[in-house]
């Protein structure tokens, strides 16, 4: 055991590594807001365009494009184009995502499944009676449809916008709740705005599914292969008079994801060596594909269509279909129908009721065995923002209205989606002025976090810095010679400076194959640890990572005036491998395959590890336990 109790005791050394890392869930959520963003300017520029020149922008999306192959082709206008087409790849993303959570995040505990799923059942079945309510009577009442569902990327960037102080655990939770009634809008659009069903391309449309999933099941990762089945899916449920974005959620939760694992990482790395050795094309592509291959195909799909889907294809679709002709009779005339009523009231108060209610009744009923992962000042947060309800809303409303309806249909969409960033920002502006403690009780809940480290902290055996009994403790899992973890370790001082509750503790993982001296360095520093001194020498190590061959340990354990003797003797003898051993076993069963990984408070840290982000977890977890006690 190693210990200290003074978190912000003077270290050894620093390195020369400051500059901040990136990391894909930063990436992924600085997406998601620029995305929302974007998306944002295109539906001003379809306002605007429709009302300078309606002529133009009626003739350009109505342009027929066709694409023939043989005897068969596919014809549509370019606004079918990108509302079918394009937005298969969005709603990839979206499966893409949900997976990941299901394999990774929240949603590995399986029970959570249960609460976002009935939030977006409330959240849905309350704007539909909502909606029928106000147009009861009238032959609008079948565009119901367009009041129910929620738009995943417009909610989540606007979340990302209005509610900076909500946890991330509440993305997820919205995120869910936005997946599974995307998938119920599937459902709808295939039976009650589908005048017609084709059977037989139906069934080739769900037997190419099929195929997809045997074909991922053995483990085939060639791309093409996908692209091949996908495309003959998407035609044929175009065919069958099926919404063919439905190819792109399914392929999306078919794609698992999985942090790379140890074995196929030093795979790549000999494929490398035996490169570097004969570097001929044929090793190239071996080189590349074992490297493809040790990430899960769910992390390659969201780094190759994120992006384009959030900068590209969702301004495409505002801009193809937000353009709303306006003038002061079409407002007047608007704002007192009941399409545009049912759907504004649907969205912006019938959402938060749906989706606050139902996660309450399941919370009741399960006597809080289910409870939601955020507390109930985020549940009607999220509950607000669910009532923005872009795509698939506007997508059901072209299918439901024509002419003047379809407009007042699209002007209360847009006017609900206001309506609902407007609320979330005032739902946090309440909670920010809440006393301390009921703002973090409302914010963060009591719902106990998913535990990701398998091996739990020992004080009697791990080394530890900072106080035995502090309420945050971070476990980092590192190298002595990893450069990244040369990186962090300037993040980790500061963070130990900064929090005076927070402890730290250091388990090896020494990655043999790229590293030659990570081995031995780690055993020096448990044969330094033996003689009082591991933290002094962890200073040193990290310090001069370019120089961690034998003469140079044993010149750090002179520096440290240790017993030379034993110091030689331990390193000669290996006498601490097994221990360095168990540290590795204890990686491996926490599915760490590269460093520096960390863990706060036994939860595992997907993102960035700057000062900024460590220090917004810290003190996440810190609310959390303060919440809990």
């Not at 003739?59 to 023939?68: G, K, M, V």
């Amino acid at each position: 055991m190693s210990t200290s109790t003074d978190s912000a005791a003077p270290f050894a050394g620093r390195t020369a590594w400051l500059r901040n890392l990136e990391a894909p869930v930063r990436e992924f959520l600085r997406t998601e807001t620029g995305g929302a963003l974007v998306m944002l300017a295109g539906a001003v520029a379809a306002l605007i365009w429709v009302n300078v020149d309606r002529p133009s922008y009626d003739s350009l999306w109505a342009t027929n494009l066709s694409i023939h192959i043989g005897g068969g082709s596919v014809s549509q206008n370019l606004r079918l184009w990108v509302n079918n087409g394009l937005m298969t790849f969005f709603f990839l993303i979206v499966g893409l995502e949900a997976r990941r959570e299901i394999d990774l995040g929240e949603l590995r505990d399986r029970r959570r499944l249960a609460l976002p799923a009935a939030a977006a059942l409330g959240g849905m079945l309350i704007p539909i009676g909502i909606y029928l309510l106000v147009n009861a009577g009238r032959p609008s009442t079948h565009g119901w449809g367009t009041a129910m569902s929620t738009d995943t990327a417009f909610a989540l960037g606007m979340l990302a916008l209005v509610g900076r102080r909500f946890p991330s655990s509440l993305r997820t939770f919205i995120l869910t709740v936005a997946v599974a009634d995307d998938l119920v809008a599937f459902v709808v659009i295939a039976t009650a705005y589908t005048n017609t069903v084709s059977v037989v391309p139906l069934l080739v449309g769900i037997g190419a599914l099929g195929v997809a999933f045997a074909v991922r099941t053995r483990r085939v990762r060639n791309g093409a292969v996908y692209l091949a089945i996908g495309l003959v899916a998407w035609v044929a449920f175009l065919k069958s008079g099926v919404d063919p974005i439905i190819v792109g959620v399914a392929a999306g939760l078919m794609s698992i994801a999985y942090p790379a694992v140890r074995g196929d990482l030093e795979r790549a790395t000999d494929l490398f060596r035996l490169f570097r050795e004969q570097p001929t094309s044929e090793y190239a592509q071996t080189v590349r594909e074992g490297v493809r291959t040790a990430l899960s195909p769910n992390e390659r799909l969201q780094q190759l269509y994120h992006p384009v889907s959030s900068y590209v294809i969702l301004p495409l679709f505002a801009l193809a279909n937000a353009g709303i002709p306006i003038s002061g009779h079409f407002i007047t005339t608007a704002y007192g129908s009941p399409i545009t009523l049912g759907i504004i009231v649907g969205y912006v108060v019938g959402k938060p009721v749906g989706i606050s209610g139902a996660t309450w009744l399941v919370t009741r009923l399960s006597g809080g065995r289910i409870k939601p992962p955020v507390g109930w000042g985020s549940v009607l947060a999220g509950g607000a923002i669910a009532g923005i309800g872009f795509t698939v809303s506007i997508l059901i409303a072209t299918l439901a209205f024509t002419g003047i309806e379809l407009q007042e249909a699209k002007l209360g969409v847009l006017t609900a989606a206001l309506g609902a960033s407007a609320l979330t920002w005032a739902v946090s502006r309440a909670i920010r002025m809440l006393p301390e403690q009921l703002k973090l009780r409302a914010v963060l809940g009591t719902s106990q976090a998913v535990v990701d480290l398998a091996v739990p902290v020992d004080p009697e055996r791990d080394h530890i810095r900072g106080p035995e009994d502090a309420p945050v403790t971070l476990v980092e899992y590192g190298d002595f010679q990893c450069s990244y973890c040369g990186q962090a370790e300037s993040v980790i001082r500061d963070l130990l400076a900064d929090f005076g509750d927070l402890r730290y503790v250091w388990r090896h993982l020494p990655l043999n194959d790229v590293h030659i001296y990570a081995q031995t360095a780690a055993e020096a520093s448990e044969a330094a640890a033996a003689q009082g001194k591991f933290w002094e020498m962890y200073d040193l190590l990290l310090a001069h990572q370019d120089a961690l061959h034998v003469r140079a340990l044993i010149s750090y354990a002179e520096e440290l005036e240790l017993d030379i003797e034993r110091f030689r003797q331990a390193l000669r003898k290996r006498k601490y491998e097994g221990r360095i051993a168990e540290d590795v076993e204890s990686a491996d069963a926490s599915g760490v395959s590269g460093t520096p990984t960390f863990f706060i408070n036994d939860r595992r840290h997907y993102g960035a590890y700057d000062i900024d982000t460590l220090s917004a977890e810290v003190r996440a977890a810190r609310a959390r336990a303060a919440v809990a006690t």
